[in-house]
């Protein structure tokens, strides 16, 4: 079965602190995205990638094929970015348009 | 910036009754998407479709679920006899393909009592 396992659950920090958030995922994906979801419920994408590296700012997001692992991370930690980070994976293959979703990390960043 | 949006952003139903769920989707996009989050929950998929057609569905979208494009650029979930355990966020997204990143409305927090 395909599944999306995330962790930390939870993550308190310190305002400047760099933050890691892992993702492991089964094998025969096609893309694995990072996505943020802000307290109100609303769904933003911040990398979809399926080799190497992405950096956006302060936010950057790296993928081992091999060991079937993902990782994002925030440098300079902010308390507003504070939010549900989530990771999610397209299977390839017949049938595999939806993403499988983790359970998310929730960040809390402190000033 | 082209977005998705979604109506109506909040939506409270009897038991039974049916809801039709709204989206437009950003417009040159091809794929769209369905999604539910139960409160507490992670977020799963229901149902994608492309080319006037369903292209997947989740066991979850079962007969009770529907999904229409009607006039070219709304994209509609409708739910014919809802239930208790329908009470969810439904989020529609949509994608220019199947390997490009796919683009969230805010999510329709529906409550059935």
């Known amino acids: 079965k395909n599944e999306v396992e995330q962790s930390p659950q939870n993550l308190t920090a310190q305002e400047g602190e760099f933050i890691t958030i892992n993702c492991s995922y089964s094998?025969?994906?096609?893309?694995l995205h990072w996505l943020q979801q802000h307290p109100g419920g609303g769904i933003v994408s911040l990398f979809m990638l399926s080799s190497g590296k992405k950096k956006h700012g302060r936010l950057i997001a790296t993928i081992n094929i091999q060991e079937k692992h993902s990782s994002l991370h925030i440098t300079a930690s902010h308390p507003r970015d504070s939010a549900v980070y989530i990771c999610?994976?397209?299977?390839?293959?017949?049938?595999?348009?939806?993403?499988?979703f983790g359970k998310g990390t929730h960040l809390i960043i402190q000033p | 910036e082209p977005e998705v949006t979604q109506t109506p952003s909040h939506q409270v139903t009897q038991m039974g009754q049916e809801v039709i769920l709204r989206c437009v989707p950003i417009?040159?996009?091809?794929?769209f998407y369905w999604y539910r989050q139960i409160l507490g929950q992670k977020v799963e998929f229901l149902v994608s479709f492309y080319n006037n057609e369903i292209s997947e569905k989740s066991e979850i979208f079962d007969d009770q679920f529907s999904v229409e494009r009607p006039d070219g650029s709304n994209f509609t979930l409708k739910i014919r006899s809802t239930k208790l355990e329908d009470s969810a966020m439904y989020f529609c997204?949509?994608?220019?393909?199947?390997?490009?990143?796919?683009?969230f409305g805010p999510g329709t927090r529906l409550l059935v009592l």
């Open positions: 417009s040159n996009h091809l794929y």
């Open positions: 997204a949509s994608s220019m393909s199947l390997a490009e990143t796919q683009y």
């Open positions: 999610a994976a397209r299977y390839s293959g017949g049938g595999a348009d939806g993403l499988t």
């Open positions: 094998v025969g994906i096609s893309a």
